[in-house]
């Protein structure tokens, strides 16, 4: 490949299929073992499933993505079960006894990691991973299932706190 095409400077960088998936994900297949799954960051599975494949003539770079494209089912009862008990601890335990105490700005921050977690067990109920935080509600919005029901009152609830935090 040339380095450089119509006045634009090439940015590809090749490297073996095996050493790719170990740099993002950590494994060159796909885990054998429940906790090895649940030390690959969500948000680097997310990034693989969406990486575009150009060509794939042989078909392996495609057979080692789509072998990572789901977690075991008790990985994923895991997952959900997790982001269950977080989303509880901040949105109901520490949002409420903030506001309690008039701390606002504290339960504005709660509320934040109330939304993330709910959004984050959509995806596990969607049978997809959550992307980096910045882009998550942003896919959040795509999810075919639950999305459309739920998006709206994590948004009334941004709303609510706001408000909040305004009187003080």
Avoid at 1 to 27: A, D, S
Avoid at 44 to 69: C, K, N, Q, S, W
Wanted: aromatic share 14%; charged share 25%.
């Amino acid at each position: 490949m040339p380095r450089e095409f119509l006045g634009y400077r090439r940015y590809c960088q090749i490297e073996h299929l095996n050493h790719y998936l170990t740099k993002l994900v950590g494994f060159e297949s796909a885990p054998k073992k429940d906790m090895d799954w649940l030390h690959i960051p969500e948000q680097h599975l997310f990034e693989l499933m969406h990486r575009p494949i150009f060509y794939d003539g042989p078909g392996d770079v495609t057979a080692a993505f789509e072998a990572f494209a789901q977690y075991p089912q008790d990985v994923w009862l895991k997952r959900l079960s997790a982001c269950l008990i977080w989303s509880n601890e901040c949105g109901i335990k520490h949002l409420m006894r903030a506001e309690q105490r008039g701390e606002y700005v504290t339960a504005a921050m709660y509320w934040s990691r109330f939304a993330m977690f709910v959004m984050k067990a959509v995806f596990v109920l969607n049978k997809q991973y959550a992307p980096y935080h910045k882009w998550l509600h942003r896919e959040f919005l795509k999810l075919p299932k639950l999305a459309d029901e739920v998006g709206p009152l994590i948004q009334k609830g941004f709303e609510q706190v706001e408000g909040k935090s305004e009187q003080v």
